[in-house]
């Protein structure tokens, strides 16, 4: 067996990384991948490695020169690459084809070797590998029958999203037989040419063979093995996390996208904080119905959408601004603090981080579990004087609770001391008591140096959409504020949805009973693994400290690498001695029962 790679393409997507480089030169966590490419091919036990080159050819003949590659390699050169697209490159290595069986590759693939050998060790002798089609894959796609002939390829510009469940995508790794490229590829291939011309893909060949009675090509498919294509910069991007030398590199690359997961549609994310159950389907479908008009219109200004949250959240208009997400509106009122600030350690770092150091207070509280009561707050900040406090209840990430009698304890001493309390109750709805809050216009009327933020995405499930509040009676801030927003700082889709949330309140409702039901289920589960405490929660997440030795990194990176489940590991949060923290998001059942047992074996 051989193996012929098509490396003859520019790459102009890859910009500046191409532009004295073939795309196969570019590196991926430090190896090219052509580099990579070879070597796994290397270790086959080929007859030889036929490449086709056209773009900076020499210089990538020249750079495989200094690789140690001990099967004998053989180049092909395209002339012509910038007139003619894969089809011509193949073409020009078709008499290789018609010599022996062989494995064919386009440069611009990195795969785990798993993948290679999934078409290798499969006894079938024409194979087309192929893979489930994800969110973040682009081009050439199949339809399999039970028996996996392909029974249609649809090519980019012919695919349909409605029938995208039933597509797998191509991974451009063939097997071809000898007899499969004398009787019918290299054939059909002639033709195609001759028709049509040198600017097509070979692709389109193997679609009009799978057309015919007896195709012969049928599909491999891939289950979980690693492998990605790398056209453009965000491509290189997610293919280094995905191929990271070290798992702990892999851990800590994917934890600093802070989002963004919906390109790695294996991965289980149970760091991130949103509802499971909420929104229901049918706001779903009321905001695709809306799609075309939201995705082509301006959305309102400041003081429509200030209408908007008010209706939401039943306070007047002067009291309350709407952010592209709760962080917008932290950023911009914490430069507005004077004098000293208090904090709570552990706590969610957007607040300290947007408060110089030299000016915060830290109250960390004492008790194992890290909890506090409102006398506990009060006699701290009486004995360290301040003039804002941040208050966020649940508290993130240990999950304390304050019940709405410690609350109001602790917003009368504020007042009364004329201390700006800024409180954050983005998770209270998960709260068995969700109707004592903060952000009722009672209380921002009666209290004018009370600040509530919430974050829409965590509570409402919808943190795509970057949706935040911030309310006070103080008519001065809110409209500083609004004047320092910019004038769109919301999309379309973002208001819509504060349009129409009135009407879902119900769902509402019904989704947090149902989400506390979970929590409580989650606990019992959690608290039946050894070596590991749970602790309390009102929020929707559990703060665990791991016991007997434990590392949570160790924890983390395994969960990752063996089962694709990522959960926060606490370690730069919380510094204390030698204890080890997670914290673990609560989602359905289905997927928290999947962490629960993936979490036990590693903890056993």
């Known amino acids: 067996m051989q193996a012929i790679i098509l490396a003859a393409g520019m790459g102009k997507r890859l910009k500046e990384l191409t532009q004295d480089n073939t795309k196969c030169m570019v590196k991926v966590d430090g190896i090219s991948l ?21 773009y900076e050819g020499q210089k990538l003949i020249d750079y495989i020169g200094t690789l140690a590659v001990q099967t004998p390699v053989v180049y092909i050169n395209n002339e012509i690459y910038d007139k003619t697209n894969n089809i011509y490159s193949l073409a020009l290595a078709k008499e290789y084809l018609l010599k022996e069986d062989t494995l064919l590759l386009e440069s611009d693939i990195i795969f785990e070797e798993a993948v290679l050998r999934a078409l290798v060790d499969d006894p079938r002798d024409t194979l087309a590998l192929v893979d489930k089609y994800e969110r973040w894959m682009d081009g050439t796609v199949v339809k399999l029958d039970e028996e996996d002939r392909i029974i249609e390829f649809v090519p980019g510009k012919k695919f349909k999203f409605s029938e995208q469940d039933s597509y797998y995508k191509t991974v451009n790794l063939y097997k071809f037989s000898r007899e499969f490229a004398r009787n019918r590829y290299v054939p059909f291939l002639e033709a195609y040419q001759k028709a049509l011309g040198n600017n097509e893909y070979y692709e389109q060949v193997l679609s009009v063979i ?171 900040f009486t004995a360290h004087p301040i003039s804002c406090l941040v208050m966020i209840n649940p508290d993130n990430p240990t999950g304390n609770y304050l019940d709405h009698g410690e609350q109001m304890k602790l917003l009368t001493w504020c007042d009364r001391e004329q201390i700006t309390l800024i409180w954050d109750e983005s998770f209270s709805d ?43 009676g103080n008519e001065t801030l809110i409209a500083d504020l609004k004047k320092r927003a910019v004038i769109w700082n919301i999309n379309s889709f973002a208001e819509y949805y504060m349009q129409i949330a009135e009407k879902y309140k119900k769902d509402y409702v019904a989704a947090m009973e149902k989400f506390r039901e979970e929590r409580a289920w989650l606990a019992g589960e ?21 016991l007997d030795g434990r590392r949570s990194g160790d924890v983390v990176r395994e969960l990752l690498v063996h089962e694709q489940i990522l959960l926060k590991d606490l370690t730069g949060k919380i510094k204390c001695g030698d204890r080890q923290f997670l914290r673990i998001a609560i989602r359905n059942r289905v997927e928290n029962e999947r962490m629960v047992r993936a979490l036990e074996n590693i903890l056993k």
């Not at 491999?220 to 590199?249: M, N, P």
């Not at 919430?454 to 499930?461: A, E, L, P």
């Open 430 to 472: 998960f709260a068995d008591e969700p109707d004592n809050q903060m952000l009722t216009e009672e209380l921002l009327e009666q209290y004018p140096k009370l600040i509530v933020v919430k974050s829409i995405s965590k509570s409402y499930g919808v943190p795509g959409l970057r949706l935040g509040v911030l309310a006070s």
């Open 526 to 546: 959690l608290e039946q693994i050894a070596h590991m405490r749970v602790y309390p929660t009102q929020a929707n997440y559990f703060m665990v400290e791991l």
């Open 34 to 54: 052509i580099e990579r490419a070879l070597g796994q091919l290397d270790r086959l036990g080929l007859s030889k490695i036929v490449i086709v080159v056209g």
């Open 210 to 380: 799978s057309i015919l009675d007896e195709p012969v090509i049928k599909a491999k498919r891939l289950h979980g093995e690693r492998w990605y294509e790398i056209d453009d910069v965000q491509d290189l991007d997610i293919a280094t996390t995905l191929f990271a030398e070290s798992e702990d590199e892999r851990v800590s690359l994917l934890g600093a996208r802070y989002g963004g997961y919906w390109r790695y549609p294996k991965l289980l994310d149970f760091c991130y904080l949103v509802n499971p159950y909420f929104p229901p389907q049918k706001l779903k479908d009321e905001l695709q119905a809306n799609f075309d008009v939201l995705l082509t219109q301006y959305p309102s200004g400041m003081r429509v959408n200030a209408l908007l949250a008010a209706k939401n959240f039943a306070v007047r208009p002067e009291h309350i601004v709407v952010g592209n997400g709760a962080a917008e509106l932290i950023k911009e009122v914490m430069e507005q603090i004077g004098g000293n600030c208090g904090f709570i350690r552990p706590t969610f770092e957007e607040y300290p981080n947007r408060f110089p150091t030299e000016r915060s207070v830290i109250f960390v509280p004492q008790t194992e579990d890290f909890s506090y009561t409102a006398e506990d707050v009060i006699a701290y």
